[in-house]
């Protein structure tokens, strides 16, 4: 249990870091929505391994193959969408040593005190390997969002370690985030997290950092209070992500600091539309979207894979040294933007559903019924 | 929808601010477990309105009738538990000013967008009113939590807004937590919180601040990878309460500025268990509980309603001004505190029947099957 | 767990025969739909006991009480509705015998087996009072499918033992079925059951039946293939009432003896509209409504409590025998035809939100969003 | 939506007729429970098409690839496990009239009215090509069982048409039903099944019928009253299955001609255990089972596609007249056996995990731990 995501779209996600494949099965997914296969590649070319020197050298191709869900002429059929992705680039001797001692920080330990059994190679189903069949499904997702309301996902990093860039005047466009392999908007703060990056590989260690997000053009309602409200689902999502140890929404814990009556944000009239006057509530208030842009941020840890010398234990108790060799992604944060947008569309647009139905008319822009 | 938490235990509230009565029905509660109502009662008592003068003067005794699932002698039966509470306090005429004017950053507009119809009085279910019924099932999972292994939930308050108490050396007891109105452990500090809370009452202003938990003697082996990790699990939970902005769990944002090498949480054997010699990682690795404390933080955002005049419009799309009169409640932190332990409890309690089935044997506390 | 039903119309259901009070919270149910507590008592009225002198002389007025979910006007909020029903009857003395002595083809023994703890009075959760609470969400039900698609729900006895009444050529109105306490609509054989289910109580004895259901305009497209079909839900609600062995649709267990050219459904066109000149599909094909009425079978077993001696063992496993005395319900089938109806309602309403949303304006028949 | 199964082990299939492929992804399946490939193709074999002259001639090799959740050495490892299989068949020209007219009694015309769009070839979703990927989890499903509790499923086919075999003194053996292609395990009613199937396929018509299945060897104590009693569940399953029209367990329809005082079971101790003297409950009470072999039958209406010439409409509304051609199954009964067995399967193991959890030790069978 666990690899279910979602009430209304759901998705089932499967498959070992160094198994044969990896993928997902979409359900619920409305029918008529144009599928562009190629949208679905480029979005996990932006989470491959290997794309940049800053992040892992494994080589993964990523190709999707499409089983099921999408007629021959490109629509989305209502059925369930079925993605699979080979796995190429697998060296189980490489991580001979994870049998005998558990890494720090990693989950070898708890798979063990769970299952009982773990694919040994790799991290098995605890590798970040895992996000891919959450990217095939974000752009799914992102696909459905974009003809259902228009809205559009943008993540970025915001901060790496102890660096981290001035609060942009708008939200950075797809070109911005993209334009530095570092993934952060802001060119002069990109260089400085490029050289942070490559310094902590060279010195064998990681480093964490905090990705922002902003969902634009929901509409106003989505999110079921009481449990499901839209930030609380969002935050799930966000924390069920490899190395993420925190969520905060609009003003986060910042907000903690301010008095209420500076914190609250005042309704407007604007463009004959029920606005806010400013956003500190992040786009949601008592669960619901109030038509605001929802902006929200992640803390990820630093990567628990590093070169230097640590003590633990193996399964048998016994104390030992372990020292990570090959292959080490120092930050996983510029890789991890296209899977928080991923994520939160699957959020969207599962509470989009929710609110109007499987099989809410895509007049405009699916093909007519 | 939105309303039922959980998958195998699984709770269904019910209740609007200014209605008949707020409840509960728990579905999976696991049979033959010791009930006792008085604990049920006092950790209503700590959640109550008008407990102190740091909180709301709302009058509600809030006193639990059981209907269902225990049985004569005191023990669950393992049919549904159903708990309600009796609103006694209603003051509809309060509220008129909602009618024709939007609160900022209340719920008033976003619930008139979901649903076109509202309970207009002292905001239905939108109301921090709601959390008795998460209390009343928190009493329970606590129950079954201490007979099923032994665990102990503990929250405290940390912060308030600028104020925040030194990170203590270890857990704070239940009698220190409750030996101030604040519900703030040190006791230097919880002087200087009550005097800030009685300065914004005054100024019919409200501060917000963090709240801090731990969950002590869970078994390793708790929670579902990938989605239904143990920490997105609770993240949810606690993002699921009214005026939360944000969740961290072990060492949270700050963890980012940490290299991993220094973050990492080395194994080490200790009393026969497999340790961690830190606890950076908050309890959890990968999703999973390791064995120690599991230790996260939620940020309040300050409450919404204050006493001084604010721009707002109304349903009809103008523009008006807006003061709060009467009752106001400065600062939810306080009274927070057993709820952020309840939600803890039914995460927790959730996953550990999820991992070893409804009907796991009770044999050294429940009664003898 | 097991106490809730539904996707997105969920239910969770309470309540032990002789504890307190029986109830439900119904989370999902759409906004601004006009509600009337005098439809809710009638229907409990036609489940109550003792009613007529064919059923058991239990006395339960079965008065409801609304804790939630409908506005000060009387219309649905959006918010769970919570209904309850005090239990007045309660004979707990009535029940010694079932301390030491397994009623035959009760659950007195599989409840003793899962839950190793047994609400001893009158069958606790087993018992058919616990259908009190499906009656009163099957009342919303019916009245959100009235004003979304005009949908009506009938059922009738149409066998009891070996007496049954013809096929009639038309579904029977509310008027005919109530015409007889047997709620039998073909007059003559009312006559017959009536004098039948006399005489099983005069003998102490007890007999089953069948009952049959019809939907009406239900639009087509209901059903989520391929598990939730539609037929599968209403199967799966139909076996989830006491005392029920069998479940079919259309031409059912008969249809197995013509052959496919006989038993397929030609289409054609009719009133602009594409329609089958039979029905032998009862309503359903694959999965999915088509537009005709929707008509179905449930076996009712003879009731399992007879005043006849039977042998037994009770908890210590030792042989004895049982005679059940007091009041006994000798047929269940008169006051389970609200029954099957309101689960019937219950199932297709929450197939015509999951396709719909749960926000689907109600513009003709609910209040103005 | 609809195309997941089950709670705590639950299944999502994917996959159209003339798709790609057919798959599915098992989440929540217990680790180091020991895998056989061969008894998963050996199942897939006997539902596979063209495997006997009583069958449609399409010509699948149904070779099942594992994708994920078993380790190298042949156990589960908890995490999903994702089986696909190729389909090799595929002539979509076959199927060309299809787009201009509705075929009666399938789903070609709801699927029009639920979706709006459709796999024109070959029934797509609603074909029962659809099975496969459920005979591929039931696989798994009773392998858990097996190493769980020694449960075992048999079915088999009773009757078809207004054929029946009489009732069996026992519950017959795998090589009993294997011996005849038509399942029938009495060679007498076996032979003239045969007959009438060839009958039935030369004349390009079709034939219903009833299977009988029987679970053996589960623990009493199974089911989730009030909504998921075991019985209910099973009902779910087998419905859901194209080409259903009826359920029925125990005594089922018959049942309803008996007296109570002759329908019930009496308890009597057998064994050491509180076992019934007859079964006419058909092993569950109450919705839980009871330790009696579970035993049910469920109607297979004729099938759709036959040759006869028959009128109808197609998407215009335009009448016209159709004759299938080509491959055509005259009897779905033998293929269906294996199926049954699946979807029984499913049921058990999805409450057995409910009752005892996922991780429930496997110490005697699976791999310890």
Redesign the interface.
Known sequence: ?????G??F?I?????SH?????V?I??CP??VPFDINFLKSELARRRPGQSALTTQRKEEDLP?????I?HDG????????I?IRNSDQRPQAYAEMKTA?R????D???D???????IEGG???SAR?TAARVAAGAVAKTVLKHACGAKITAWVE????IKMPTPAQTPSLKQVEASPTRCPHPATAAKIDALIRA?RAEG??????ICCVIENLP??????????F??????????L?AT?????????N???????A???????KGGK?R??TN???G????????EDVIFRI????????L?P????GPD???TELSAKGRHDPCVLPRAVPIVEAMAALVAVDHW????????PFGRCG???
Chains 1, 2, 3, 4 share one sequence.
């Open positions: 249990m666990g690899n279910i995501h009430q209304n759901r089932a996600t499967f498959g070992e198994g044969p494949a990896m993928g099965v359900d619920g029918p008529r193959e499409i089983l099921s869900g007629s629509f989305t059929l209502g059925s369930p969408i079925a699979f558990y720090p920080s990693h989950a330990y708890t798979y005190a769970k299952y009982g059994i773990r694919a098995g189903r605890s895992e901060s790496v370690a102890e902590a260690d990681s480093v964490g950092g905090v106003p309602g989505l999110g079921s209070p009481v449990f499901d409200r930030e609380a689902d969002l935050g799930k999502a966000m924390l069920s490899p140890k925190g969520f905060e929404i609009g003003s986060g814990f907000g903690t600091l301010l008095r209420g009556s914190h609250n944000d005042e309704f407007i009239r029920i806010t006057a500190r509530s992040g949601t208030q008592g669960g619901i979207t109030n038509g803390a990820f840890k630093p990567t628990a894979t590093v230097k640590q003590r633990t234990v108790g016994k104390a559903i929710r609110d109007r139905g499987q099989n809410a093909r007519k019924a």
